[in-house]
């Protein structure tokens, strides 16, 4: 009757509903029974055959009920993971764990790395400063945590989470022979690479430099997994150009290199830099026709209304939105935008992030370092949930962002700041 509690395997149910001609029995249990990072509520619906047993099933896991002796039965897919099971049953329902990543989302977990990781980020550390000194190369690296500065990112390491076996395409400028320093600098890809490296050390990285690189080509790079793109080049918003002007080039911005890197990386998250022309200099009246948001010194242009982001939300301009993240920086301590990022801007808040853009190697900051953060995180999700599609891995990644300014998702932060540890544990992140 309802009201019922029973438990079976170490799993408490409740019985919450009977239908009036009893061709179904509903009933609830906690996912933390599961073992897993937070408690939800998960409902099932078992349904009355013609043998006068209820079942419920789904791709992973089996209950039957047979009332004449009340003997409960279920089974459970081998291998199939807790948070598998909990989306299955969720998406059942209407509400998998992240919106958009239904029943057929497979979140079966890959294996964690036994590395010392805190031990791998202090030796190259140590290394990197010998090559800085060796080459007279200007830095200050620090690969501590705190520097890092990626929000879960000691949890996820400690729980073995290290990107091993993700692939990671950084398209970027390394400087002569791919070296990584060039007139006594480290270069933009070198800090780009290291930024994402510090996140997923134990990924395999590709340096491809954009220089020469094929953006009117096609499947070049078919088992990357995430590629970091820090560039960008921004139509002249200002009063002395037109508006129509400005749109027209960054449509053709996106159509060519946009829509390039999805081409050559068909199976990829796409994490680009959101663009460092975001600070608002009010001298007549700012940029002709750019959206803003805030006010005083939290005032900013957005991506959605004046960089190449506004070429990409064109469908004839750019395809692959749905496996798209542009990054925007974050300043911790002021708990607001760096003063030189694009916020996300109505348009756009649905494909956009926020982390940390200041370099791990060198006193260099920017978007174009923010980027290489979450790419670095959508790698460690490469590692645990190996199974999922770049859609699905790009919703993971947005949907459990730390929220951060209005509630929800907002034209400021997009979906917040970059999130590791929420990252691999979405149980109880529902929108």
């Not at 078992?46 to 089996?62: I, Q």
């Not at 996106?254 to 829509?259: G, K, R």
């Amino acid at each position: 009757m309802v009201g019922d509690t029973f438990t079976h395997a170490g799993q408490t149910f409740t019985v919450t509903a009977i239908s009036a001609d009893r061709s179904t029995i509903t009933v609830s249990t906690r996912s933390s029974g599961f073992a897993l990072p937070s408690a939800i509520d998960l409902q099932i619906v078992l349904l009355r055959g013609g043998d006068g047993l209820y079942r419920y099933s789904t791709n992973s896991l089996t209950i039957t009920y047979d009332p004449s002796t009340g003997a409960i039965t279920w089974s459970v897919l081998q291998g199939s993971s807790e948070t598998t099971i909990v989306n299955e049953i969720l998406s059942a329902s209407g509400s998998p764990i992240i919106t958009g990543n239904g029943a057929t989302a497979d979140y079966n977990q890959g294996a964690p790395s036994n590395a010392d990781v805190p031990a791998l980020l202090a030796g190259r550390a140590a290394d990197l400063t010998t090559l800085a000194t060796d080459n007279a190369v200007g830095h200050s690296i620090d690969l501590s945590y705190g520097n890092i500065n990626v929000r879960g990112l000691a949890q996820a390491h400690a729980a073995g989470w290290t990107g091993l076996g993700a692939e990671v395409n950084i398209i970027d400028e390394f400087g002569p022979n791919a070296q990584g320093f060039d007139n006594g600098s480290f270069t933009h890809g070198f800090i780009s690479y290291y930024s994402s490296w510090a996140v997923a050390p134990e990924a395999t990285y590709a340096w491809t430099e954009h220089s020469t690189f094929n953006y009117a080509g096609s499947n070049a790079f078919p088992t990357i997994d995430v590629v970091n793109w820090s560039f960008g080049q921004a139509g002249d918003f200002s009063d002395d150009a037109t508006y129509e002007d400005s749109i027209d080039f960054v449509r053709a911005f996106a159509a060519y290199y946009y829509e390039g890197i999805g081409d050559q990386n068909p199976n990829a998250v796409l994490v680009y830099a959101a663009g460092n022309e975001g600070a608002v200099t009010y001298s007549g009246g700012g940029a002709a026709g750019c959206e803003t948001t805030g006010s005083g010194a939290s005032l900013r242009y957005t991506a959605a209304s004046c960089s190449p982001v506004l070429g990409a939300l064109d469908p004839n301009s750019y395809s692959y939105l749905d496996r798209s993240i542009w990054v925007g920086s974050y300043d911790s301590a002021a708990d607001d935008l760096e003063w030189y990022s694009f916020s996300a801007g109505s348009e756009a808040m649905n494909y956009f992030m926020v982390a940390d853009g200041h370099s791990v190697i060198d006193g260099a900051q920017g978007t174009s370092f923010a980027a290489p953060r979450v790419a670095g995180v959508v790698a460690l999700t490469v590692q645990k949930f190996p199974n999922l599609t770049a859609q699905e891995r790009t919703r993971l990644i947005l949907q459990t962002g730390y929220d951060l300014g209005a509630p929800g998702v907002d034209p400021v932060y997009g979906h917040g700041l970059v999130d590791a540890n929420a990252a691999l544990n979405p149980i109880g992140l529902l929108e």
